[in-house]
């Protein structure tokens, strides 16, 4: 089998895109979505296309964004890479929501590239849903038709309700 990076890294985020809407483990989620994000900001470079990493950087502060790329690069330095200097080292803070940004900032590269998945697509959906003081764009009536309004509801029933589209999507039928 032949695997280029454009297909490691959209297998990588639509595995993390579902591993996030299923609620598993967060470790793996954050390094399969941070692994994924690298190749894409890098295919975007090398495609003439603005890589999510700029697009962020321009958007920040100048003051503030060593802090802000710190705070985003610790947990995918943290289990991505060993410190012989402090074996027994912790990640302090590690919350659902870097998980959110770390899909986001592949689904964005992605979507610049024009090379979106059902997954990335869907996830995009989703979230303009559920975090609409934080997208640009307004959701679809097509949107709120496949989640319905669940920007209230907590995380886990959204994800129920994200992993529930998803698969009828994927399998034209609703899960169970």
Same mark, same amino acid.
């Given at each position: 089998?032949?695997?280029? @990076? ?5 297998? /990588? ?16 989620? &954050?390094?399969? $979505?941070?692994? $994924?994000?690298?190749?894409? %900001? ?7 296309? /603005?890589?999510?990493? /700029?697009?962020?950087? #321009?958007?920040? @502060? ?7 790329? #710190?705070?985003? %690069? ?9 410190? !012989? ?5 912790? +990640?302090?803070?590690?919350? %659902? #929501?870097?998980?959110?940004? $770390?899909?986001?900032? *592949?689904?964005? *590269? ?15 959906? !989703?979230?303009?849903?559920? +975090?609409? &003081? ?13 989640? *319905? %309004? ?7 029933? /959204? @994800? @129920?309700? *994200?992993? #529930? ?5 994927? &399998? ?5």
């Amino acid at each position: 089998m032949d695997v280029t @990076k454009l297909s490691a890294a959209q297998s /990588q985020l639509s595995t993390a895109i579902w591993l996030y809407f299923e609620d598993r483990d967060p470790v793996s989620i &954050h390094t399969l $979505a941070t692994a $994924a994000g690298e190749i894409i %900001d890098h295919l975007c470079n090398s495609r003439g296309v /603005q890589s999510t990493r /700029q697009q962020l950087r #321009d958007a920040i @502060k100048p003051e503030k964004r060593k802090e802000v790329f #710190d705070k985003l %690069d610790a947990a995918r330095n943290f289990f991505k890479h060993a410190s !012989w200097k402090k074996p027994d080292q912790t +990640l302090d803070g590690f919350n %659902d #929501d870097r998980n959110l940004f $770390a899909i986001l900032f *592949g689904v964005t *590269g992605l979507l610049s590239m024009r090379e979106e998945t059902l997954e990335t697509m869907l996830f995009r959906s !989703w979230i303009t849903i559920v +975090l609409p &003081h934080l997208i640009v764009n307004r959701p679809s009536p097509e949107q709120v038709a496949i989640f *319905g %309004d669940i920007r209230n509801q907590p995380r886990s029933e /959204q @994800k @129920k309700v *994200g992993y #529930d589209a998803l698969y009828y999507h994927r &399998h034209g039928r609703l899960p169970g």
